[in-house]
């Protein structure tokens, strides 16, 4: 109990209060305002924002409970995230014979993040993995299709277990700010999810002009402009409260978050219509699957951490 009044410190339970007022304010719209109007409400919308209360209560309780607690979460999620992937990418039957070592980087990843080690963190699955995973693959015999299955399966633990990873080392980052990494990593995920949902309903709002209608049918500038501002606001707002980042710096990132959020929404859509599916998985009603839900924090979580490591720890390094 001790450990969570600590982590409540800082700034980090207002910004919970903060979560908590905008999932009252989401409920209100989608389930309240619809009855008081005699109507029933989307039930699409209600399912979203019901998943949206079980997603940050986990979240949130993992993060609140301790940092051993917080990795070992989105270490899972790494899992989840894999395990999904994998079940949609096309394999051939000697793949199946590897996938014990893909499932194996995950602990191994996390392993340097539970001990801080950096350097080890930042190439085992860049490098070494890159390195073993072929040469696993070449044993088993069969050369067709090998590059095919070499590149697809490495670039899936690129996405799901090296770039998710940097949102649990943020938890071991030694603390410039009260709110220590906690902070850190409220920040980098309410910026993300914020902005898939700024530039979601500013779409549907006033949505006009297509990006990548090819791609993603849904995605306008209109939404993309329009989120971009709300988003950049809010990590305006909120910095000074959880963070160490200057007005500067914290503009800097609410500009360049949801841009690369948006760059990272818009490749997992292309990924999933090359493989023919609409969403990943249907684990998160309303959302889809752990992919769905993760696919711009899988591009901002690495942004950000080294936007955080180079520019703010830099100079106490």
């Not at 979203?48 to 979240?59: I, N």
């Not at 980087?105 to 539970?114: D, S």
């Not at 890159?130 to 067709?144: D, H, V």
């Not at 501002?229 to 500067?248: E, F, G, M, R």
Request: with cysteine; net charge positive.
């Amino acid at each position: 109990m001790q450990g969570i009044l600590d982590t409540l410190r800082g700034g980090v339970g207002l910004i919970l209060g903060l979560i908590l007022l905008l999932l009252l304010i989401a409920t209100f719209i989608s389930e309240l305002v619809p009855k008081l109007r005699g109507r029933a409400g989307s039930p699409e919308l209600i399912s979203r924002v019901r998943a949206w209360w079980v997603m940050a209560g986990l979240f949130v309780l993992a993060v609140l409970v301790g940092k051993r607690v917080g990795i070992a979460f989105i270490m899972f999620l790494s899992y989840l995230a894999l395990k999904e992937y994998l079940s949609l990418i096309p394999q051939r039957s000697a793949d199946r014979k590897v996938l014990l070592w893909a499932y194996l980087a995950i602990p191994l990843q996390y392993l340097w993040v539970f001990t801080g080690r950096y350097g080890m963190f930042i190439i085992i699955v860049p490098v070494y993995l890159f390195l073993l995973l072929p040469f696993r693959l070449m044993l088993t015999g069969i050369t067709q299709n090998f590059l095919r299955a070499s590149s697809t399966l490495h670039w899936g633990l690129m996405m799901t277990v090296f770039c998710l990873g940097h949102l649990a080392y943020l938890l071991v980052l030694p603390p410039l700010h009260p709110a220590g990494g906690v902070g850190l990593l409220l920040y980098v995920v309410l910026v993300t999810q914020f902005n898939d949902v700024a530039q979601y309903v500013s779409g549907k709002s006033f949505g006009k002009h297509k990006i990548v209608p090819q791609v993603s049918p849904g995605k306008t500038w209109e939404g993309f402009i329009g989120g971009l501002i709300c988003t950049a606001v809010l990590a305006v707002v909120i910095a000074p409260v959880i963070t160490p980042l200057s007005v500067w710096e914290a503009l800097i990132l609410g500009l360049l978050l949801p841009a690369v959020g948006f760059i990272g929404d818009v490749t997992m859509s292309a990924v999933k219509r090359d493989l023919g599916v609409k969403d990943a998985s249907s684990l998160i009603p309303g959302h889809g699957g752990i992919l769905d839900r993760v696919d711009s924090l899988m591009f901002t979580a690495p942004v950000f951490f080294h936007f955080i490591y180079y520019f703010v720890y830099g100079p106490y390094r």
